[in-house]
């Protein structure tokens, strides 16, 4: 981990909050000038610390009514593969996240489809037909009870 000390804990958790925060009210949130804020900022950035910035979209609000976890399991772990893997899941929009899992299965997918129909289409016609997949098992999200990209700083 990166040798952060506590001026650089409360930039992040203040970024974590609001990450469109100007520097001048992260300087006074953090108790810095501006121009040691600016400094310690670009810090974290060049250490790789903070790894961009963005909005958080609802998915639900921009129409997509169903996310599905899938885990997929891989015929043989031959490095290829696995990299093919990879580069197809890149490929696809509609999986948001793919996560590479040790115990039963070898990936997890997060999955965001408009609605049933669109995600069973994109299940049989885009994922079990990739090259190398042996099995999947697929998990409809009821309710989202929590979803944070903040990390306990």
């Known amino acids: 981990m990166a040798d952060l000390d506590d001026f650089d804990r409360k930039i992040l958790a203040a970024l ?8 001048v009210a992260l300087a006074e949130v953090v108790a810095l000038s501006p121009s040691q804020c600016a400094r310690r900022l670009q810090r974290l950035e060049e250490i790789g610390a903070i790894r961009g910035y ?15 976890l899938v885990t997929v399991t891989l015929e043989k772990h031959a490095r290829a593969k696995i990299q093919d893997f990879h580069e197809l899941v890149r490929l696809k929009p509609e999986i948001v996240e ?6 039963d299965g070898d990936f997890q ?6 609605d049933l129909p ?21 998990h409809i999200v009821l309710e989202q009870v929590k979803s944070t990209h903040a990390l306990p700083i």
């Open 16 to 23: 974590q909050r609001d990450g469109r925060m100007t520097n």
């Open 54 to 68: 963005g909005a958080f979209l609802d998915p639900e609000t921009l129409g997509f009514g169903i996310t599905a």
């Open 98 to 103: 793919c996560l590479a899992l040790t115990g």
């Open 109 to 114: 997918l997060r999955i965001v489809a408009r």
């Open 118 to 138: 669109s995600f069973s289409r994109f299940l049989l016609e885009v994922i079990i037909p990739m090259p190398g997949i042996a099995t999947t098992r697929s």
